[in-house]
Protein backbone atom coordinates (compact mmCIF):
# COMPACT_ATOMS: atom_id res chain seq x y z
CA UNK A 1 0.00 0.00 0.00
CA UNK A 2 2.54 2.40 0.66
CA UNK A 3 4.84 1.80 -2.11
CA UNK A 4 1.49 2.56 -4.22
CA UNK A 5 1.08 5.76 -2.26
CA UNK A 6 4.61 6.90 -3.09
CA UNK A 7 4.24 6.46 -7.15
CA UNK A 8 1.16 8.57 -6.95
CA UNK A 9 4.05 11.65 -6.23
CA UNK A 10 7.31 11.54 -7.92
CA UNK A 11 10.15 14.15 -8.75
CA UNK A 12 12.92 14.46 -10.10
CA UNK A 13 15.22 17.94 -9.73
CA UNK A 14 18.83 18.54 -10.98
CA UNK A 15 20.56 22.28 -10.39
CA UNK A 16 23.17 24.06 -8.50
CA UNK A 17 22.66 24.54 -4.77
CA UNK A 18 22.39 28.18 -4.42
CA UNK A 19 21.98 28.22 -0.71
CA UNK A 20 23.28 26.81 2.71
CA UNK A 21 21.16 24.50 4.83
CA UNK A 22 18.31 25.89 7.37
CA UNK A 23 16.68 23.92 10.06
CA UNK A 24 12.82 22.80 9.16
CA UNK A 25 11.68 20.46 11.55
CA UNK A 26 12.53 17.08 13.77
CA UNK A 27 10.88 14.11 13.80
CA UNK A 28 11.15 11.10 15.86
CA UNK A 29 15.00 12.13 16.65
CA UNK A 30 15.50 12.65 13.05
CA UNK A 31 16.64 16.21 12.16
CA UNK A 32 15.21 17.89 8.56
CA UNK A 33 16.93 21.17 6.42
CA UNK A 34 16.02 23.12 3.68
CA UNK A 35 18.05 23.96 0.84
CA UNK A 36 17.34 26.07 -2.83
CA UNK A 37 18.11 24.75 -6.22
CA UNK A 38 18.48 26.52 -8.69
CA UNK A 39 16.92 24.61 -11.98
CA UNK A 40 17.64 26.10 -15.60
CA UNK A 41 14.85 25.77 -18.42
CA UNK A 42 15.27 25.97 -21.47
CA UNK A 43 14.67 29.30 -22.31
CA UNK A 44 17.83 30.03 -19.95
CA UNK A 45 15.82 31.40 -17.58
CA UNK A 46 15.35 29.06 -14.45
CA UNK A 47 13.74 28.37 -10.90
CA UNK A 48 14.53 28.38 -7.14
CA UNK A 49 13.14 25.12 -5.70
CA UNK A 50 13.15 24.39 -2.01
CA UNK A 51 14.60 20.85 -0.71
CA UNK A 52 13.96 19.28 2.13
CA UNK A 53 16.47 16.78 3.10
CA UNK A 54 17.02 14.93 6.01
CA UNK A 55 20.40 15.19 7.85
CA UNK A 56 20.22 11.15 7.52
CA UNK A 57 21.01 11.64 3.71
CA UNK A 58 23.36 14.48 3.55
CA UNK A 59 25.77 16.34 6.10
CA UNK A 60 24.07 19.31 6.74
CA UNK A 61 26.70 21.21 8.49
CA UNK A 62 28.91 21.42 5.51
CA UNK A 63 28.39 23.94 2.26
CA UNK A 64 27.57 22.93 -0.72
CA UNK A 65 26.74 26.30 -2.29
CA UNK A 66 28.28 25.89 -6.38
CA UNK A 67 27.90 22.15 -6.36
CA UNK A 68 24.83 20.01 -8.97
CA UNK A 69 22.81 18.05 -6.58
CA UNK A 70 20.31 15.37 -8.60
CA UNK A 71 17.25 14.86 -6.14
CA UNK A 72 14.40 12.33 -6.51
CA UNK A 73 11.24 12.89 -3.99
CA UNK A 74 8.03 14.25 -4.00
CA UNK A 75 6.18 17.52 -3.93
CA UNK A 76 5.02 17.89 -0.81
CA UNK A 77 2.96 20.94 1.18
CA UNK A 78 1.62 21.96 4.59
CA UNK A 79 -0.31 24.89 6.23
CA UNK A 80 1.68 27.29 7.73
CA UNK A 81 -0.22 29.53 10.00
CA UNK A 82 0.51 33.34 9.62
CA UNK A 83 -1.20 36.99 9.68
CA UNK A 84 -4.19 35.12 10.80
CA UNK A 85 -4.57 32.68 8.40
CA UNK A 86 -2.95 29.70 6.67
CA UNK A 87 -0.56 29.31 4.14
CA UNK A 88 0.35 26.53 1.93
CA UNK A 89 3.98 26.20 1.61
CA UNK A 90 5.35 23.44 -0.82
CA UNK A 91 8.74 21.93 -1.11
CA UNK A 92 10.83 19.00 -2.60
CA UNK A 93 10.74 16.37 0.20
CA UNK A 94 14.22 14.16 -0.57
CA UNK A 95 14.28 10.14 -0.64
CA UNK A 96 17.67 10.13 -2.43
CA UNK A 97 20.05 12.55 -3.39
CA UNK A 98 23.57 12.34 -5.07
CA UNK A 99 25.91 14.83 -6.53
CA UNK A 100 26.88 15.23 -10.16
CA UNK A 101 30.12 16.48 -12.84
CA UNK A 102 27.91 18.21 -14.99
CA UNK A 103 24.40 18.64 -16.57
CA UNK A 104 23.99 17.12 -19.55
CA UNK A 105 22.09 18.66 -22.39
CA UNK A 106 19.38 15.92 -22.46
CA UNK A 107 19.39 15.71 -18.89
CA UNK A 108 15.49 16.52 -17.45
CA UNK A 109 16.60 18.50 -14.60
CA UNK A 110 12.92 19.31 -13.75
CA UNK A 111 10.23 16.74 -13.86
CA UNK A 112 6.90 15.90 -11.69
CA UNK A 113 4.37 13.42 -11.95
CA UNK A 114 1.01 13.55 -9.61
CA UNK A 115 -2.00 11.22 -9.66
CA UNK A 116 -4.55 13.06 -7.21
CA UNK A 117 -7.87 14.47 -6.89
CA UNK A 118 -9.47 17.93 -8.12
CA UNK A 119 -10.40 19.71 -4.93
CA UNK A 120 -11.42 22.88 -6.14
CA UNK A 121 -13.14 24.12 -9.27
CA UNK A 122 -10.69 24.67 -11.78
CA UNK A 123 -10.36 28.43 -12.83
CA UNK A 124 -9.95 29.47 -16.73
CA UNK A 125 -9.00 32.48 -17.24
CA UNK A 126 -7.35 34.68 -20.54
CA UNK A 127 -4.39 37.23 -20.23
CA UNK A 128 -4.79 40.34 -21.67
CA UNK A 129 -2.58 38.93 -24.75
CA UNK A 130 -5.28 36.21 -25.02
CA UNK A 131 -3.27 33.52 -23.77
CA UNK A 132 -5.35 30.45 -22.08
CA UNK A 133 -5.14 29.63 -18.49
CA UNK A 134 -6.84 27.37 -15.73
CA UNK A 135 -5.47 26.47 -12.46
CA UNK A 136 -6.24 23.51 -10.83
CA UNK A 137 -5.71 22.23 -6.85
CA UNK A 138 -4.70 18.28 -6.57
CA UNK A 139 -5.07 16.29 -3.54
CA UNK A 140 -2.38 13.84 -3.96
CA UNK A 141 -3.05 11.22 -1.07
CA UNK A 142 -0.12 10.24 1.19
CA UNK A 143 0.47 7.24 3.53
CA UNK A 144 -1.32 7.55 7.16
CA UNK A 145 -4.44 9.35 5.99
CA UNK A 146 -2.42 12.39 5.32
CA UNK A 147 -2.77 14.22 2.02
CA UNK A 148 -0.54 17.21 -0.29
CA UNK A 149 -2.27 19.97 -1.72
CA UNK A 150 -0.86 21.06 -5.34
CA UNK A 151 -1.62 24.00 -7.23
CA UNK A 152 -0.73 23.40 -10.80
CA UNK A 153 -1.16 25.43 -13.58
CA UNK A 154 -2.57 24.30 -17.27
CA UNK A 155 -1.96 26.51 -20.69
CA UNK A 156 -3.56 26.38 -24.20
CA UNK A 157 -5.95 23.21 -24.97
CA UNK A 158 -4.87 21.57 -21.84
CA UNK A 159 -6.67 24.89 -20.19
CA UNK A 160 -9.53 24.25 -22.39
CA UNK A 161 -9.77 20.66 -21.32
CA UNK A 162 -9.17 21.45 -17.69
CA UNK A 163 -11.83 23.66 -16.96
CA UNK A 164 -14.77 21.13 -16.81
CA UNK A 165 -13.01 18.68 -14.61
CA UNK A 166 -15.21 18.11 -11.51
CA UNK A 167 -14.19 17.90 -7.77
CA UNK A 168 -13.80 14.75 -7.35
CA UNK A 169 -12.37 13.74 -10.30
CA UNK A 170 -9.14 11.36 -10.32
CA UNK A 171 -6.50 12.94 -12.50
CA UNK A 172 -2.88 12.31 -13.78
CA UNK A 173 -0.77 15.16 -14.33
CA UNK A 174 2.70 15.48 -15.87
CA UNK A 175 5.04 18.82 -16.22
CA UNK A 176 7.73 20.35 -14.17
CA UNK A 177 7.67 22.62 -10.75
CA UNK A 178 8.51 26.42 -11.68
CA UNK A 179 8.67 29.76 -8.61
CA UNK A 180 7.13 32.69 -9.64
CA UNK A 181 7.49 35.76 -7.90
CA UNK A 182 4.53 38.07 -6.60
CA UNK A 183 3.74 41.08 -4.63
CA UNK A 184 1.41 40.68 -1.51
CA UNK A 185 -0.42 43.40 -0.28
CA UNK A 186 -0.10 43.36 3.50
CA UNK A 187 -1.87 46.93 4.14
CA UNK A 188 -2.98 49.52 2.41
CA UNK A 189 0.89 51.04 2.09
CA UNK A 190 3.00 48.06 2.46
CA UNK A 191 3.40 45.17 -0.30
CA UNK A 192 6.21 42.26 0.13
CA UNK A 193 7.39 40.44 -2.75
CA UNK A 194 6.87 36.20 -2.45
CA UNK A 195 7.49 33.36 -4.25
CA UNK A 196 4.49 31.23 -5.30
CA UNK A 197 5.42 27.68 -6.55
CA UNK A 198 3.19 25.67 -8.89
CA UNK A 199 3.11 22.48 -11.62
CA UNK A 200 3.31 23.96 -15.00
CA UNK A 201 1.68 21.68 -16.53
CA UNK A 202 2.65 19.53 -20.00
CA UNK A 203 0.44 16.63 -20.07
CA UNK A 204 -2.86 15.75 -17.78
CA UNK A 205 -5.58 13.06 -18.53
CA UNK A 206 -8.52 12.17 -16.48
CA UNK A 207 -8.13 8.42 -14.73
CA UNK A 208 -11.98 6.12 -14.32
CA UNK A 209 -11.41 6.26 -10.62
CA UNK A 210 -13.33 9.32 -8.98
CA UNK A 211 -14.84 9.61 -5.80
CA UNK A 212 -16.97 12.40 -4.06
CA UNK A 213 -15.39 13.79 -1.26
CA UNK A 214 -11.60 14.86 -0.37
CA UNK A 215 -10.21 13.24 2.50
Given at each position: ?5 I ?14 F??S ?22 D?I ?12 A ?33 E???I?E ?28 R ?11 PY???D ?16 F????R ?5 R ?8 K ?16 S ?9 E???
Amino acid sequence: MTDKVIENNQVTVMGEVVSDFSYSHEIYGEGFYMVDLRCTRLSDSFDIIPVMVSERLLDVTASYIGMLLCVNGQFRSYNRHEERKNRLVLSVFAREVKFIEEMEESSKTNQIYLDGYICKEPVYRKTPLGREIADLLLAVNRPYGKSDYIPCICWGRNARYAEHFKVGERCAIWGRIQSREYMKKLDEENVEKRVAFEVSVSKLELLEEARESIV
